[in-house]
T-cell receptor
Framework: GAVVSQHPSWVICKSGTSVKIECRSLDFQATTMFWYRQFPKQSLMLMATSNEGSKATYEQGVEKDKFLINHASLTLSTLTVTSAHPEDSSFYIC??????????????FGPGTRLTVT | QKEVEQNSGPLSVPEGAIASLNCTYSDRGSQSFFWYRQYSGKSPELIMFIYSNGDKEDGRFTAQLNKASQYVSLLIRDSQPSDSATYLCAAYYGNNRLAFGKGNQVVVIP
């Protein structure tokens, strides 16, 4: 149980284009999903928290107009990197919190999406 | 800024030995702490969490928490080659949010 998938697992795009990454909770409903970014040999940095049916909450320094997040259902959240630039190349990881979780910190991570912008 | 520090460089241990990892955190209000294991190119997987002072054991893993010193550690006993990975320390700081350290790489030498 508690499986989170991400699609695509890797993507290469040209500078200036937009890329959409999907995060799905496969066997549970996720009221909250989190988007992280991880640069090589660096820690996971929380970008935003998305709650089903409402606007995402972005961390300080993260441009909400560049990283569009949609959490339209209890099992799907999407992150769209708009007008991507080479500095956006990173490992993007989502995590999801089970609606029925007893603890507020319980999160399940997806396998990640490797984005390379050329 | 909620900070979690893991300052040690790569740790090499022989198979069967104990690996010891340390982590400090800046927010005294943090109550819950987590250790994740991350294989190269993969997402983190939760190993243990701890929220009470003292030790918590789960199989070959022992987490230790000292809130007065704002210090968390992880011991891996009888280290196996499959334990070779990066270990991330994380602190919960409310609103479902976790702050992660940079991680410590562990290499278990057969």
């Amino acid at each position: 149980g508690a499986v989170v998938s991400q699609h695509p697992s890797w993507v290469i795009c040209k500078s200036g284009t937009s890329v959409k990454i999907e995060c799905r909770s496969l066997d549970f409903q996720a009221t909250t999903m989190f988007w992280y970014r991880q640069f090589p040999k660096q820690s996971l940095m929380l970008m935003a928290t998305s709650n089903e049916g409402s606007k995402a909450t972005y961390e300080q320094g993260v441009e909400k107009d560049k990283f569009l997040i949609n959490h339209a259902s209890l099992t799907l959240s999407t992150l769209t990197v708009t007008s991507a630039h080479p500095e956006d190349s990173s490992f993007y990881i989502c995590s999801a919190r089970n609606r029925l979780a007893k603890t507020s910190y319980e999160q399940y991570f997806g396998p990640g999406t490797r984005l390379t912008v050329t | 800024q909620k900070e979690v520090e893991q300052n040690s460089g790569p740790l090499s241990v022989p198979e069967g030995a104990i690996a010891s990892l340390n982590c400090t955190y800046s927010d005294r209000g943090s109550q819950s702490f987590f250790w994740y294991r991350q294989y190269s190119g993969k997402s983190p997987e939760l190993i243990m969490f701890i929220y009470s002072n003292g030790d918590k054991e789960d199989g070959r893993f022992t987490a230790q928490l000292n809130k007065a010193s704002q210090y968390v550690s992880l011991l891996i006993r009888d280290s196996q080659p499959s334990d070779s990975a990066t270990y991330l320390c994380a602190a919960y700081y409310g609103n479902n949010r976790l702050a992660f350290g940079k991680g410590n790489q562990v290499v278990v030498i057969p």
